[in-house]
């Protein structure tokens, strides 16, 4: 699949899957080394259409989403992907959302926001947090 040669699987990370969706080709490669150094499978892609095909050949453990893709907000983007996979984690890296994107708070249930600008070792905690359930 033209999906695995991206993907890294390792006991440490239990074999998470996570889905990065970032247009900036150089913002992607940086978040995606910091996650496969730490054993995440990840499935890095550009736009809304290739996430939505990786989500329909199976849903990933977490979806991460920059806070604008390709003409679209990032949210927008994730309340899209997240139609396809109800209930997912997602973590909007790199941004805010803005209190007129909250008039329906339950259909945001499980987004965690991660703001810029952030060092690795804090985004990898936040996805270690996310993916745990916890927060902190």
């Not at 989403?65 to 990032?74: A, C, F, K, T, W």
Request: hydrophobic residues 40%; neutral net charge; proline residues 4%.
């Amino acid at each position: 699949s033209r999906w695995n040669r991206h993907a890294v699987t390792c006991q440490k990370a239990m074999n998470k899957t996570i889905l990065l969706l970032a247009s900036d080709p150089i913002i992607r490669k940086v978040i995606c080394d910091a996650l496969e150094s730490q054993g995440y499978s990840v499935f890095a892609v550009g736009d809304i259409g290739l996430a939505a095909d990786r989500i329909k050949e199976g849903t990933p453990d977490l979806l991460m989403v920059r806070h604008y893709v390709e003409n679209i907000s990032g949210h927008d983007a994730a309340m899209y992907l997240r139609g396809l996979c109800p209930g997912i984690p997602v973590l909007m890296v790199g941004g805010i959302l803005d209190d007129d994107r909250l008039e329906n708070r339950e259909r945001l249930q499980g987004f965690e926001i991660f703001p810029k600008p952030f060092k690795a070792a804090e985004l990898l905690d936040k996805v270690k947090e996310v993916l745990s359930g916890q927060r902190v």
